[in-house]
């Protein structure tokens, strides 16, 4: 069973086609890189997969059953869950309390809700479930190892602490299957290859897959074990890592034409 | 209804569409500019009849000098209150914005209470020459209150075909303002884009400023007409055409004029055949309006003519 | 600090208002002690209204059709089917409203079981629109139930209004309320669900990608601070001893005055919303000096009346230009914040 299938998937706004015709299979615990140049489309298919845009045509399957067109709470609460390109933590809320509400949905859904709008109010057999959630949420903050910031307001953490929070929020949230969206921007490099080692922990230790946006190539060469690369919206490459670098039609999209006719 | 009734309810309800339409035009600009729902609008239109009224009562102008002075006084109320309480805040959150614009809303009509007084007024005796000053077009001339046209069985009043002239003239000079002038081109620009247009050297703020003084001139011009047509003036006259005048920006198309116009036309003729199909219903007028909004705000809410958004993420 | 604590410190300050409240009932002249009843009916209605507007993130413009709703509600259950024989003067009252009588503190629970029906009906469809629009849906179904409230004299009365209600709304029924009203709020607040909440204030997309449905969490709010604007709305009828479908008194105006008290106090701060409800009772009284003769060295000045109105819509827009956090920003009141203080004394 592969977790995700995107099948002849298609996004147009108006007259601009941002993804056209993208198949892409991914197998349980992959790591897997979506790479391209700025504008490719790459956030657009995170978009479409999470359930933020309706695809123009195609169909998306998660686990074999089919997602097109779910709502994006709905889309979490099957098990996929994102980082954002621009972060967006919920800012007045504490680092811990981030991670905590990313469980919430797992005590408020359904016909659940209502009940628990009354225990909320009421405390009854609330105290166990709360405490419960915290620890679990300081599990996650440790390891990302920014633990120590628990209870700091989110917005005052330094950017690459704010890159891993949003990652511990999203793993929070009990997914299978995560797509981070470039979470080493703005990192230096000994940060980066920590954030290898701590992707390839948390896939090895959750039993996650991972599907990650990135434009760092240490970080897409050192940890993806397959890499899919887009251009205009179309794919123009896929493969290991090794193919891929190789691939010319890549090095046209990246460097242009000139760069290969000048003998590269 | 005979369909003599029925044209009659027909022709009477363009006349209320296109003041509803004037005031409209005020809202829809600010929109589309601001993103912001300036409730204040229905406020200015209040100020505008109240500085006519008492231009003619207590200066003694001529009805033509108080109307004119009357508008842009209001083009200059709209032009502070942006000036003062909207421009400072253009930074904060929209929901910062709204509050504040319920704030001026509340603040004008307070002021009106304080300085003009709560009592209602008339405004029957202010422009009595204004009307009888009009060209007689074909068919029979029956004096009562306005002079009117009775054209076929069907009665135009004077001051209708007044307010429709108006309107469309209106419209034309809005047209070629927005679409033949340098000021109207950053308008324009200023409605796509605020941070780049101030890149290319527009002064946005002062063009915000323009954008609020003509809203809030049509706005006077409208008042006026209204206070014609329903004479009684106190400091609230404005929030209900006001909400109107909304709801009517909104049904053709937040940010569209052409929109706003006929918005405020099929409100007024809907408005005045509901009244006609079912008398018993006639308290229930004002309530028509807000269920109009809350169908098309949950059907479609952009409007007749409005464009769909795209939130991107 | 501890829970034990804490818990200690809130039963004694409990203890304490109820005695405070017992000696202005005991020494305070009659226009004074209304007023203290009075502040506690405004701290619901502005509790009510911050869950809404201040916690979730949404504004609303609708509050005072709730509490109308709450307010007609309860008036027509606590009348007697005599008063209702004589009130009606338009059209009768209908069954089985016309024949019964209940309590007051049933009367007021029902009132705000009705008022949260009918947020429940308002928010469905406002709740799928975005921020501006949504608040004026929410003016417009509040305009909407005032003008039906208007014309339905076989249920309302119409333009005449109910007069002549019983004063049940003591000191001791509206701090009591109160005093439920912040503790259910408050421990809402305080749960994950009002974590889910403040999450969706700060950014709707993220909380949707946090697995939140953000419209039926919105809606619950939304129906909870109903039920209690419902409440508000009976106290404030019971004490007014009248209801009628006026602006001034169910009106708009009644929502701007609520909102004002929020964002004085500090919008999204419960702690915030009783300081506004408190100082907004004060300041309404203290400045009536303004709309009565004054003697200004000697000379008789005519008080302008509508000066109050104009003194807070002046301060609304000053204090949302200038003090957009209001006293307390989004902070509340804790036992915690309190010993800090005196810590730091200590030093």
């Known amino acids: 069973m592969k977790i995700l299938k995107l099948e002849d998937l298609t996004m147009k706004f108006g007259g601009l086609t941002a993804v056209g015709n993208l198949n892409l299979e991914l197998e349980e615990g992959e790591l897997f890189g979506l790479i391209g140049p700025n504008g490719a489309g790459k956030t657009t298919v995170f978009n479409i997969v999470t359930g933020h845009y309706r695809p123009t045509s195609g169909r998306i399957f998660f686990k074999d059953s089919e997602i097109t067109g779910l709502i994006p709470d709905r889309v979490t609460r099957l098990g996929i869950a994102r980082t954002f390109q621009n972060i967006r933590l919920f800012q007045d809320l504490t680092v811990l309390e981030n991670v905590m509400v990313a469980q919430h949905h797992s005590i408020s859904s359904g016909g659940e809700a209502a009940k628990w709008l009354f225990k909320s109010v009421t405390r009854f057999g609330y105290s166990s479930v709360e405490s419960k959630m915290k620890e679990r949420a300081l599990d996650f903050l440790e390891v990302l190892g920014i633990s120590a910031m628990a209870n700091d307001k989110s917005a005052s953490l330094p950017y690459g602490a704010q890159r891993l929070l949003e990652i511990a929020r999203a793993m929070a949230t009990g997914a299978s299957l995560l797509l981070l969206d470039e979470p080493a921007a703005g990192m230096n490099p000994s940060e980066t290859a920590e954030l290898i080692r701590t992707i390839r922990r948390i896939r090895d230790d959750f039993n996650l897959t991972v599907l990650l946006i990135e434009h760092d190539m240490k970080l897409v060469m050192g940890l993806c074990e397959r890499i899919m690369v887009l251009d205009y919206g179309r794919t123009i490459s896929e493969g290991d890592p090794s193919h891929v670098q190789k691939d010319k039609k890549v090095i046209e999209a990246y460097l242009g034409k000139e760069w290969i006719t000048l003998g590269n | 209804m005979d369909p003599k009734t029925l044209l009659q309810n027909f022709v009477n309800g363009l006349s209320l569409g296109s003041l509803y339409a004037l005031i409209a035009i005020g809202y829809t600009m600010v929109y589309g500019i601001l993103r912001l729902i300036n409730f204040a609008h229905g406020d200015i239109f209040m100020m505008a009849v109240y500085f006519a009224f008492f231009l003619v009562t207590l200066a003694s102008l001529p009805w033509y000098f108080a109307a004119i002075l009357a508008i842009a006084g209001a083009a200059i109320l709209g032009f502070s209150v942006d000036r003062v309480a909207y421009k400072p805040i253009r930074k904060a959150p929209r929901i910062s914005a709204l509050i504040t614009a319920i704030g001026v809303s509340f603040f004008l009509e307070s002021l009106a209470v304080v300085v003009f007084s709560g009592i209602p007024r008339s405004f029957r005796t202010i422009f009595p020459q204004f009307l009888n000053e009009m060209i007689i077009l074909g068919g029979q001339v029956e004096t009562r209150y306005g002079r009117e046209v009775i054209v076929g069985g069907i009665r135009f009043p004077i001051i209708s075909i007044i307010t429709l002239v108006i309107t469309a003239i209106a419209l034309v000079f809005l047209w070629w303002f927005i679409y033949r002038t340098k000021i109207g081109m950053a308008m324009r620009a200023v409605s796509v884009d605020i941070p780049t247009t101030s890149l290319m050297g527009v002064n946005v703020d002062r063009v915000i400023g323009i954008t609020f003084a003509l809203g809030s001139a049509l706005a006077g011009i409208g008042g006026i007409l209204w206070a014609i047509r329903y004479p009684q003036v106190w400091p609230y006259m404005g929030f209900i055409p006001g909400m109107k005048a909304f709801v009517a920006a909104v049904f053709g198309g937040i940010g569209s004029i052409p929109g706003a116009v006929l918005g405020g036309l099929i409100l007024g003729i809907t408005e005045i055949m509901m009244v006609g199909l079912l008398p018993g219903a006639a308290g229930y007028r004002d309530a028509f309006a807000f269920f109009i909004l809350i169908i098309i705000l949950s059907v479609k809410p952009s409007g007749l003519m409005g464009k769909p958004d795209i939130v991107k993420v | 600090m501890s829970i034990k604590n804490r818990v200690i410190l809130t039963l004694v300050a409990v203890v304490v208002i109820a005695f405070g409240l017992m000696l202005s009932q005991e020494f305070l002249n009659s ?317």
Not at chain 3, 34 to 47: H, P
Not at chain 3, 171 to 197: D, E, K, P, Q
Not at chain 3, 205 to 223: D, E, P, R, S, Y
Request: hydrophobic residues 55%; proline residues 3%; glycine residues 10%.
């Open chain 3, 31 to 347: 226009y004074y002690s209304r007023i203290i009843t009075l502040i506690g009916i405004y701290g619901i209605m502005a509790v009510s209204l911050t869950l809404v507007n201040g916690i979730s993130g949404v504004f609303s413009l609708g509050h005072a059709g709730f509490i109308a709703v709450g307010a007609y509600t309860s008036a027509l259950l606590t009348l007697s089917p005599q008063q209702k024989e004589m009130t009606f003067l338009i059209d009768k009252l209908i069954w089985p409203l016309n024949s019964i009588q209940i309590p007051f503190f049933w009367a007021t629970i029902i009132a705000g079981l009705v008022a949260a029906l009918f947020a429940f009906a308002v928010g469905w469809p406002s709740l799928r629109l975005s921020g501006d629009y949504f608040a004026i849906a929410t003016l417009g179904f509040s305009e909407i139930i005032r003008i039906f409230a208007l014309n339905l004299n076989w249920l309302t009365n119409g333009a005449l209004g109910l007069k002549a209600l019983p004063d049940y709304t003591t000191v001791w029924w509206s701090w009591g309320w109160l005093l439920v009203t912040v503790a259910c709020i408050t421990s809402l607040s305080y749960s994950s669900f009002g974590r889910a909440l403040r999450a969706i204030r700060e950014d709707r997309v993220a909380a949707q990608a946090m697995g939140i449905n953000v419209f039926k969490h919105q809606l619950m709010a939304f129906v909870f601070g109903g039920f209690f604007a419902g409440i508000s709305g009976s106290l404030y009828a019971h004490w007014l001893s009248t209801i009628d479908p006026r602006t001034n008194t169910v009106g708009i105006l009644l929502t701007f005055n609520v909102l004002i008290m929020i964002v004085l106090g500090g919008l999204g701060s419960i702690t915030g919303a009783i300081i506004g409800g408190a100082l907004f009772a004060f300041l309404s009284e203290w400045l009536r000096f303004l709309e009565s003769p004054m003697n200004v060295f000697g000379f008789k000045i005519m008080g302008i009346s509508g000066m109050r109105m104009l003194v807070f819509s002046s301060l609304f827009v000053i204090i949302m230009i200038f003090w957009p956090r209001g006293i307390m920003g989004r902070k509340e009141f804790t036992w915690d914040g309190v010993a800090s203080l005196f810590r730091r004394g200590r030093k």
